[in-house]
């Protein structure tokens, strides 16, 4: 009996996407494959003939680029939409460009397309979307979101670890040791700053540069960096893993979530640019280096501040006494790209509208155009809590340090560094692990207000730690509205929701039950070290700060590996990472009866 039409579209339907789900597989396993081999030959001296190896692996992976390619371009192009008309015109430019050397003979003013680096940054660039493709794709069937940002994490820290034990990625005679390559792999791609090692000595420019790109993604967050691949090239739009993006990035609606990411991108690489320029601008011709160091050095400073990272390329950190006197606007440089990147870039985006907006109200009607409508509450609520509270820690933190360690850690500095470095170590608990000073000159009452700080933390969505802002002012207006006995919580005349304050009240409770936890683990495991060190160091830690009593390089192993999970859940979130492994409820329709409990 002859089948149906039916049945044989259903069929034939199943069939293609069976056929298509192992082209994917296929290429994704060319991907893996690609990248391993770019990584091998970046990292280690080759053989001529493991060299010729390489060569035909990456030959290979073109030759299937390029069919999946031309495939796709064929049997999809109606999918082709106006936004990704341009993006597919240049990959096919790129794929062709580094193929033509198996197709003609080129002239010689064409010779930097048979240049391997060329070659070698192209198939990258495709292993990368290819590997950010099925990331979305892993997204779209309904993924726990907390469970998938937590193994990125994992994932980019294993990597990271890889790399850095890389022969080029050390000085030669260096021998780095796992435990202390997944350490500073955890506290790059944790934005925290720790490090049992000064990476300066330890690190080539290579090493240090992979340490830049780990802090970088970091940073911006894994999956703002796969999410913006996917969708910008590939165009990865499903329900769910918008939804679930829009989440991750802050965006108010789904249709503005690719915007989002690009102005997040566009914000942070022009932030880190300007800041670059800054501080070469602050240190050129003073610290005996060539034009290329010196760009290095400033790029690498400005991805570690905006980051809020804390890493340095300086012997002895950013307080070399070589370094301490002279170079104020470098640290007021560092300082500003500290606080922009703690503010957070729902904060930033809504900066864009506010400018975006008075540019148009004041250009639009010099062209004979109207007025435009006028916004209310333009400023958002987040907005001006974290603006506000940032300005008020900030004064308060450099005030009360200025003055407890005038003639403390700060009496060998003349009058205008003493405020230059009160600002700076008032800014750099905030979440940056930088420190102009040795932080175990301080007085105890001054480490408090550190500890407290690094807690507190920056903005929501941003790239600082600690509990946040948002969270820390919600719970203080929580208290005064029960002190008032007021049965709702207002800021600036906006009442806030019940599930903002019980977030709030979950977040610092988890917070607070970690930092004990993990405090007294490290006190059985550390017995000899000062126990204030020690506290000092898992709130750094968990805060994903970087500061340090000068603990870190006396830990042993195990406690090196402990401090490295108080990061990770740090940056990851103690709460995020219980929701990975727990299965999420539904609301129910039936409601138990109300009921007080005696609290006090």
């Known amino acids: 009996m002859e089948k149906s039409p039916t049945k044989q579209h259903a069929y034939a339907t199943s069939l293609s996407k069976t056929i298509a789900k192992w082209v994917q597989l296929a290429i994704f396993i060319v991907a893996v494959i690609t990248t391993t081999a770019i990584i091998i030959d970046y990292g280690f001296e080759l053989q001529p003939k493991e060299d010729a190896l390489l060569k035909q692996i990456y030959n290979f992976s073109?030759?299937?680029?390029?069919?999946?390619?031309?495939?796709?371009?064929?049997?999809?192009?109606?999918?082709?939409?106006k936004k990704k008309v341009i993006p597919t015109i240049l990959w096919g430019i790129l794929l062709v460009s580094i193929g033509l050397e198996h197709i003609v003979v080129l002239p010689p003013s064409f010779d930097w397309l048979n240049h391997q680096l060329f070659e070698i940054g192209v198939l990258g660039m495709f292993s990368i979307l290819e590997i950010s493709r099925s990331v979305i794709g892993f997204i779209n069937k309904q993924t726990n979101p907390s469970l998938l940002m937590a193994t990125a994490f994992a994932i980019i820290i294993s990597v990271g670890t890889l790399l850095l034990l890389l022969p080029r990625?050390?000085?030669?005679?260096?021998?780095?040791?796992?435990?202390?390559?997944?350490?500073?792999?955890?506290?790059?791609?944790?934005?925290?700053?720790?490090?049992?090692?000064?990476?300066?000595?330890?690190?080539?420019?290579?090493?240090?540069?992979?340490?830049?790109?780990?802090?970088?993604?970091?940073?911006?967050?894994?999956?703002?960096?796969?999410?913006?691949?996917?969708?910008?090239?590939?165009?990865?739009?499903?329900?769910y893993n918008q939804f679930a993006l829009r989440d991750l990035v802050g965006s108010d609606t789904l249709s503005s979530l690719l915007s989002t990411l690009l102005y997040i991108l566009t914000f942070t690489f022009v932030i880190e640019g300007i800041g670059a320029l800054l501080i070469w601008l602050s240190i050129h011709g003073t610290m005996d280096m060539t034009l290329r160091q010196e760009i290095f050095f400033s790029c690498?400073?400005?991805?570690?501040?905006?980051?809020?990272?804390?890493?340095?390329?300086?012997?002895?950190?950013?307080?070399?006494?070589?370094?301490?006197?002279?170079?104020?606007?470098?640290?007021?440089?560092?300082?500003?790209?500290?606080v922009l990147g703690g503010l957070g870039f729902p904060i930033l985006m809504n900066f864009?509208?506010?400018?975006?907006?008075?540019?148009?109200?004041?250009?639009?009607?010099?062209?004979?155009?109207?007025?435009?409508?006028?916004?209310?509450?333009?400023?958002?609520?987040?907005?001006?809590?974290?603006?506000?509270?940032?300005?008020?820690?900030?004064?308060?933190?450099?005030?009360?340090?200025?003055?407890?360690?005038?003639?403390?850690?700060?009496?060998?500095?003349?009058?205008?560094?003493?405020?230059?470095?009160s600002i700076f170590n008032a800014?750099?608990?905030?979440?940056?692990?930088?420190?102009?000073?040795?932080?175990?000159?301080?007085?105890?009452?001054?480490?408090?207000?550190?500890?407290?700080?690094?807690?507190?933390?920056?903005?929501?969505?941003?790239?600082?730690?600690?509990?946040?802002?948002?969270?820390?002012?919600?719970?203080?207006?929580?208290?005064?509205?029960?002190?008032?006995?007021?049965?709702?919580?207002?800021?600036?005349?906006?009442?806030?929701?019940?599930?903002?304050?019980?977030?709030?009240?979950?977040?610092?409770?988890?917070?607070?039950?970690?930092?004990?936890?993990?405090?007294?683990?490290?006190?059985?495991?550390?017995?000899?070290?000062?126990?204030?060190?020690?506290?000092?160091?898992?709130?750094?830690?968990?805060?994903?700060?970087?500061?340090?009593?000068?603990?870190?390089p006396q830990l042993g192993n195990l406690s090196k590996l402990l401090v490295a999970l108080i990061m990770f859940i740090g940056r990851v979130g103690f709460i995020t990472l219980l929701m990975s492994f727990v299965k999420l409820e539904n609301n129910p329709k039936l409601r138990f009866p109300k009921d007080n409990i005696i609290i006090n």
């Not at 400005?302 to 301490?324: K, L, R, Y």
């Open 62 to 81: 073109w030759w299937i680029y390029i069919v999946s390619y031309v495939g796709s371009f064929i049997f999809q192009w109606k999918k082709i939409t």
């Open 169 to 239: 990625s050390t000085q030669e005679g260096v021998s780095l040791s796992i435990i202390d390559s997944l350490f500073i792999s955890t506290s790059a791609v944790c934005i925290t700053g720790l490090t049992p090692i000064d990476i300066a000595q330890v690190f080539t420019v290579e090493g240090q540069f992979i340490i830049a790109m780990l802090v970088q993604i970091g940073g911006l967050g894994v999956m703002t960096i796969t999410s913006f691949f996917a969708l910008f090239f590939m165009g990865g739009s499903g329900l």
């Open 300 to 338: 690498f400073h400005s991805i570690s501040a905006f980051c809020n990272a804390g890493f340095s390329t300086i012997p002895g950190h950013v307080g070399n006494p070589a370094f301490m006197q002279g170079h104020n606007f470098f640290f007021l440089t560092i300082s500003l790209l500290i």
């Open 352 to 421: 864009k509208r506010i400018v975006f907006y008075h540019l148009k109200s004041w250009i639009q009607p010099l062209f004979g155009r109207k007025q435009v409508n006028k916004v209310s509450h333009l400023t958002q609520l987040n907005t001006r809590i974290v603006l506000t509270t940032t300005a008020t820690l900030l004064i308060i933190a450099t005030l009360l340090i200025a003055i407890l360690e005038w003639n403390g850690a700060l009496k060998e500095l003349p009058f205008i560094d003493k405020i230059v470095h």
């Open 427 to 552: 800014v750099a608990p905030r979440s940056s692990g930088f420190s102009s000073v040795d932080l175990a000159h301080f007085s105890f009452i001054t480490i408090l207000i550190y500890m407290v700080l690094m807690w507190i933390g920056g903005g929501s969505q941003s790239t600082a730690g600690g509990i946040k802002i948002n969270t820390f002012v919600v719970s203080i207006a929580s208290f005064i509205s029960v002190v008032k006995g007021r049965n709702n919580v207002v800021l600036f005349n906006r009442e806030l929701s019940e599930n903002s304050i019980r977030r709030a009240s979950a977040v610092i409770i988890s917070s607070i039950f970690c930092i004990l936890f993990f405090f007294i683990l490290l006190m059985i495991l550390e017995p000899n070290l000062p126990h204030k060190g020690l506290l000092f160091e898992t709130v750094s830690a968990f805060s994903t700060v970087g500061s340090s009593l000068n603990i870190t």
